[in-house]
């Protein structure tokens, strides 16, 4: 292994570490729900506005936060973002007060929008794009790993100490990025060279970027299936399929280990077979919409899950490619973080509006029209990427 790659894998080491804890601790709320909601004090409705307020403090902080990594050190960023969700964290079970919840959950979700940007650009800018794409791609698995953690933890332990857990887990974590990077600066392998652009011009320049505006909806559209639909599934699967909470538990390990993989295998398709991200999210968002209309009308509980693990499956792989490939294809603009943080902003208001929706409407419309809604949301994906795919192909004749 040359010297380039082991530089590249020391970098990845603590930002895939560092990115894992946001996602463990972004999960708890979801696979504590079905335990939560057994007590008085607790309702579908609350624990889903709680999401919601953290979804929507993320997205804002995203797109504050995203600016500001452009310009202040990741280290710094990395200590006050783990540093507010851990606290967080530890507050909530202790305490059954409603103020104190959506106070600590609107804290977490802007406390972990202050690391994505940054970390991706330490990595996009500190090693080559060859590297850069392979971290990145693990980075996204990262993120379909921390579901999958959060829900073995649900399942040893009971939800208040979840939470607890959780917390020392980031505490832990923030130590040992902190000592990663400040070892490795000192040896000269991390540069941080702020980016500095003056006025609001200067920072909407963002949105001129090649294809920014498309790959911003693609990224909004998966982060719906990635985060709104992910966070019901475990209700989905004891108040719909008849799962016990046990098994709602190890279902929602399965959906996220299914998905845990398929920023690689995306990054190999686009390379070996579609190298064309628009190609490659149109196809994805069919098939996505395709399973998510046989979940709808499957009635076979084990059947019903089978379908919705393709269907997810299937919009995680339409929205990797823009963190696998073209988010790292940035790095000469020096506006990795800005324009992370603009994507990932837009994502999860997207995320947090249908999670209020589908708050409201579970009650209304039942598990059906919820399941409709969400092959509704695909076929969007499917059109915008269709739309784009013409347009591209009108510009070059």
């Known amino acids: 292994m040359d010297k380039n790659t082991q530089k590249a894998w020391r970098i990845g080491s603590f930002c895939i570490a560092t990115y894992l804890a ?25 624990t889903g506005l709680l999401s919601s307020i953290c979804f929507i403090f ?26 507010i969700s851990s606290v967080s964290t530890f507050v909530i079970p202790i305490f059954d007060n409603r103020i104190l919840h959506f106070t600590a959950f609107a804290l977490i979700g802007f406390g972990l929008s202050m690391l994505r ?42 939800w208040r100490a979840v939470f607890t857990a959780t917390g020392v887990i980031s505490v832990i974590i923030t130590v040992l990025a902190v000592a990663a990077i400040t070892t490795l600066e000192k040896r000269g392998e991390i540069k941080f060279v702020p980016k500095y652009d003056k006025g609001i011009a200067g920072i909407l320049n963002v ?3 090649e294809d920014f505006i498309f790959y911003m909806l693609i990224s909004s559209i998966g982060e719906i299936a990635g985060s709104s639909i992910t966070f019901w599934i475990p209700t989905y699967t004891t108040e719909h399929l008849g799962f016990s909470n046990d098994a709602a538990s190890t279902i929602y390990s399965v959906v996220s280990f299914s998905t845990l993989f398929t920023p690689f295998i995306t990054l190999l398709i686009y390379e070996k077979l579609i190298r064309n991200g628009i190609k490659l999210a149109l196809v994805m968002y069919v098939i996505s919409a395709v399973f998510f209309i046989a979940v709808r009308f499957t009635a076979a509980p084990v059947l019903n899950v089978s379908m919705l693990i393709i269907a997810k499956v299937a919009a995680a792989a339409a929205s990797s490619i823009v963190w696998s490939a073209y988010i790292p294809g ?13 994507i990932d902003a837009a994502g999860y208001a997207m995320a947090s509006l249908a999670n209020v929706l589908f708050s409201t409407f579970v009650g ?7 399941v409709n809604m969400w092959y509704i949301i695909m076929l969007i994906g499917a059109a915008v990427s269709f739309i784009k795919l013409i347009m591209k192909k009108k510009q070059k004749a």
């Open 58 to 83: 993320y997205a804002a902080g995203q797109l504050i936060n995203g600016f500001i990594g452009d310009r202040v050190h990741p280290k710094y960023m990395i200590i006050m973002g783990l540093g």
């Open 330 to 342: 940035l790095a000469r603009s020096g506006k990795v973080s800005s324009a992370n943080g603009v």
């Open 22 to 46: 946001s996602y463990v601790t972004r999960n708890i709320l979801s696979v504590s729900t079905p335990e939560m909601i057994k007590e008085a004090f607790f309702t579908k409705e609350y």
């Open 207 to 209: 949105f001129k970027l």
């Open 117 to 158: 940007g940054p970390l991706m650009k330490v990595i996009s800018e500190n090693t080559a794009a060859t590297h850069a794409r392979m971290i990145c791609t693990l980075f996204s698995m990262a993120s379909f790993a921390g579901p999958l953690i959060a829900s073995i933890l649900s399942i040893f332990f009971k």
């Open 364 to 370: 209304r419309l039942g598990w059906g029209g919820i």
